[in-house]
Protein backbone atom coordinates (compact mmCIF):
# COMPACT_ATOMS: atom_id res chain seq x y z
CA UNK A 1 0.00 0.00 0.00
CA UNK A 2 2.49 2.51 0.97
CA UNK A 3 4.38 1.45 -2.47
CA UNK A 4 1.28 2.78 -4.21
CA UNK A 5 1.12 5.90 -2.19
CA UNK A 6 -1.51 5.28 0.20
CA UNK A 7 -1.03 6.27 3.57
CA UNK A 8 -3.99 5.60 5.31
CA UNK A 9 -4.87 1.60 5.99
CA UNK A 10 -8.70 1.03 6.48
CA UNK A 11 -7.96 -2.47 7.91
CA UNK A 12 -5.55 -5.43 8.47
CA UNK A 13 -5.96 -9.09 8.00
CA UNK A 14 -3.37 -11.47 10.00
CA UNK A 15 -2.39 -14.51 8.28
CA UNK A 16 -0.55 -16.31 11.54
CA UNK A 17 0.67 -20.12 11.66
CA UNK A 18 1.60 -21.46 14.61
CA UNK A 19 4.59 -23.96 14.66
CA UNK A 20 3.29 -27.49 15.38
CA UNK A 21 6.93 -28.86 16.12
CA UNK A 22 7.26 -26.62 19.15
CA UNK A 23 5.86 -27.83 23.04
CA UNK A 24 2.49 -26.34 23.80
CA UNK A 25 3.92 -23.99 25.98
CA UNK A 26 6.57 -22.29 23.87
CA UNK A 27 3.79 -22.47 20.83
CA UNK A 28 1.17 -20.58 22.72
CA UNK A 29 4.06 -18.04 24.29
CA UNK A 30 5.76 -17.46 20.98
CA UNK A 31 2.54 -16.96 18.87
CA UNK A 32 1.32 -14.69 21.31
CA UNK A 33 4.09 -12.40 21.22
CA UNK A 34 3.92 -12.52 17.27
CA UNK A 35 0.46 -11.45 17.72
CA UNK A 36 1.40 -8.79 19.60
CA UNK A 37 3.94 -7.48 17.77
CA UNK A 38 1.65 -7.66 14.55
CA UNK A 39 -0.69 -5.61 16.31
CA UNK A 40 1.69 -3.21 17.97
CA UNK A 41 2.83 -2.29 14.14
CA UNK A 42 -0.77 -1.87 13.37
CA UNK A 43 -1.25 0.45 15.67
CA UNK A 44 1.93 2.60 14.21
CA UNK A 45 0.50 2.79 11.11
CA UNK A 46 -2.80 4.13 12.39
CA UNK A 47 -4.85 0.73 11.94
CA UNK A 48 -6.04 -2.54 13.87
CA UNK A 49 -6.16 -5.93 12.57
CA UNK A 50 -9.69 -6.76 12.43
CA UNK A 51 -9.74 -10.47 11.32
CA UNK A 52 -7.62 -13.46 9.69
CA UNK A 53 -6.88 -16.94 9.79
CA UNK A 54 -4.98 -18.89 12.23
CA UNK A 55 -3.31 -22.56 11.03
CA UNK A 56 -0.74 -24.46 12.40
CA UNK A 57 2.57 -25.39 10.46
CA UNK A 58 6.00 -26.60 10.83
CA UNK A 59 7.28 -23.38 11.20
CA UNK A 60 5.92 -19.97 12.78
CA UNK A 61 4.36 -17.52 9.61
CA UNK A 62 2.97 -13.98 10.56
CA UNK A 63 1.78 -12.16 7.35
CA UNK A 64 -1.07 -9.80 6.80
CA UNK A 65 -3.44 -8.10 4.15
CA UNK A 66 -4.15 -4.54 4.32
CA UNK A 67 -7.09 -2.99 2.77
CA UNK A 68 -8.47 0.47 2.41
CA UNK A 69 -10.64 2.67 0.54
CA UNK A 70 -9.26 5.44 -2.00
CA UNK A 71 -10.19 7.07 -4.93
CA UNK A 72 -8.18 6.45 -8.49
CA UNK A 73 -6.44 9.84 -7.85
CA UNK A 74 -4.83 9.29 -4.68
CA UNK A 75 -2.68 6.28 -5.41
CA UNK A 76 0.09 6.06 -7.88
CA UNK A 77 -0.48 2.72 -10.45
CA UNK A 78 2.64 0.24 -11.17
CA UNK A 79 2.61 1.04 -14.44
CA UNK A 80 3.65 4.77 -14.88
CA UNK A 81 7.26 4.09 -13.79
CA UNK A 82 9.92 5.19 -16.24
CA UNK A 83 13.61 5.22 -16.71
CA UNK A 84 15.36 7.13 -13.26
CA UNK A 85 12.11 6.44 -11.14
CA UNK A 86 13.15 4.47 -7.41
CA UNK A 87 11.76 1.03 -6.78
CA UNK A 88 11.98 0.63 -3.43
CA UNK A 89 11.35 -3.49 -2.42
CA UNK A 90 9.24 -4.11 0.56
CA UNK A 91 10.50 -7.34 0.63
CA UNK A 92 13.16 -9.88 -0.54
CA UNK A 93 12.46 -11.21 -4.04
CA UNK A 94 12.44 -15.22 -4.35
CA UNK A 95 12.02 -16.11 -1.19
CA UNK A 96 8.50 -17.49 -1.48
CA UNK A 97 9.53 -19.11 -4.81
CA UNK A 98 12.34 -20.95 -2.47
CA UNK A 99 9.50 -22.35 -0.14
CA UNK A 100 7.71 -23.16 -2.44
CA UNK A 101 10.55 -25.56 -4.71
CA UNK A 102 11.65 -27.01 -1.12
CA UNK A 103 7.87 -28.36 -0.35
CA UNK A 104 7.72 -29.71 -4.05
CA UNK A 105 10.59 -31.49 -3.66
CA UNK A 106 9.96 -32.87 -0.23
CA UNK A 107 6.32 -34.77 -1.70
CA UNK A 108 8.49 -35.62 -4.76
CA UNK A 109 10.65 -37.48 -3.13
CA UNK A 110 8.02 -38.74 -0.67
CA UNK A 111 6.29 -39.77 -3.85
CA UNK A 112 8.85 -41.50 -5.33
CA UNK A 113 9.76 -43.72 -2.42
CA UNK A 114 5.98 -44.92 -2.15
CA UNK A 115 6.80 -45.67 -5.98
CA UNK A 116 9.61 -47.51 -4.98
CA UNK A 117 7.83 -49.56 -2.19
CA UNK A 118 4.95 -50.36 -4.13
CA UNK A 119 6.91 -51.20 -7.43
CA UNK A 120 8.70 -54.01 -4.95
CA UNK A 121 5.42 -55.56 -3.75
CA UNK A 122 4.09 -58.64 -5.35
CA UNK A 123 1.23 -58.17 -8.08
CA UNK A 124 -1.85 -59.48 -6.97
CA UNK A 125 -2.40 -62.20 -9.73
CA UNK A 126 1.08 -63.40 -8.37
CA UNK A 127 -0.54 -63.60 -5.17
CA UNK A 128 -3.25 -66.20 -6.20
CA UNK A 129 -0.87 -68.71 -7.86
Avoid at 23 to 29: A, G, I, N
Avoid at 34 to 40: H, N, Q, R, T, V
Avoid at 88 to 100: S, W
Wanted: charged share 20%; glycine share 6%.
Amino acid sequence: MYALGIENIDTVLMTLAASRQMDPTSRFTVTKQMMKGFADCCRLAHTRVTGGQTVLNPWPIIGGVAQSTCKAPDFIEPNQSKPGDVLVLTKPLGTQVAVNYRQWQTKRMLTLKLQSKLSALPKAGVLLD
